[in-house]
T-cell receptor, first 114, second 113 residues
């Protein structure tokens, strides 16, 4: 079965500092990994994905994530946080053994303090 | 990419009534997905809607409570039946294509009073 863990419910960071939002996953086949962001009263917006290839993927709004197969992790990072980055972040996985179903992590609330 | 229009965006309903949520996609897709996001929680898949066949429901969700229609390749509806306050959630429609990300509607925020 597929599963996704986001070990931190809340991450606080000062504006201008680097941020990391952690994600680990468990799949039986090859993982397709995704990060989404949800702003208040909005749907989910796609940030980036890892399908294959380079372990470091770059996405929208200056975010990037590093796929680490040995640690089964896919942490989201940004070199310099903005107050406008404050939102709820979801890591998701698709296992190519399970078709097109996505499994979402519990979410991490990021607060960037001015 | 895909543009997904979902309506209503929000509603307040009386317990015991039903609400039908509509989802329109700007291109043809084989499968459409319905998720529930309870307050402060992550997304949980309710069912997968396939055109021309019955929807496939996840464990804990049943057709009598969440009937789904999929009349064509660009449209689906989800009905929340006989509502109770526990059904208060955000309901999200989603599509994805093989090997790519999922795209989401803006969600329907349902409050049952």
């Amino acid at each position: 079965a597929q599963s996704v863990a986001q070990p931190e419910d809340q991450v606080n960071v000062a504006e201008g500092n680097p941020l990391t939002v952690k994600c680990t996953y468990s799949v039986s086949g090859n993982p397709y990994l995704f990060w989404y962001v949800q702003y208040p009263n909005r749907g989910l917006q796609f940030l980036l994905k890892y399908i294959t290839g380079d372990n470091l993927v770059k996405g929208s709004y200056g975010f990037e994530a590093e796929f680490n197969k040995s640690q089964t992790s896919f942490h989201l990072k940004k070199p310099s946080a903005l107050v406008s980055d404050s939102a709820l972040y979801f890591c998701a996985v698709r296992d190519d053994n399970y078709g097109q179903n996505f499994v979402f992590g519990p979410g991490t609330r990021l607060s960037v303090l001015p | 990419s895909a543009v997904i229009s979902q309506k209503p965006s929000r509603d307040i309903c009386q317990r015991g009534t039903s609400l039908t949520i509509q989802c329109q996609v700007d291109s043809q897709v084989t499968m459409m997905f319905w998720y529930r996001q309870q307050p402060g929680q992550s997304l949980t898949l309710i069912a997968t809607a396939n055109q021309g066949s019955e929807a496939t429901y996840e464990s804990g969700f049943v057709i009598d409570k969440f009937p789904i229609s999929r009349p064509n390749l660009t449209f689906s509806t989800l009905t929340v039946s006989n509502m109770s306050p526990e059904d208060s959630s955000i309901y999200l429609c989603s599509v994805n294509r093989e090997g790519t990300e999922a795209f989401f509607g803006q969600g329907t925020r349902l409050t049952v009073v």
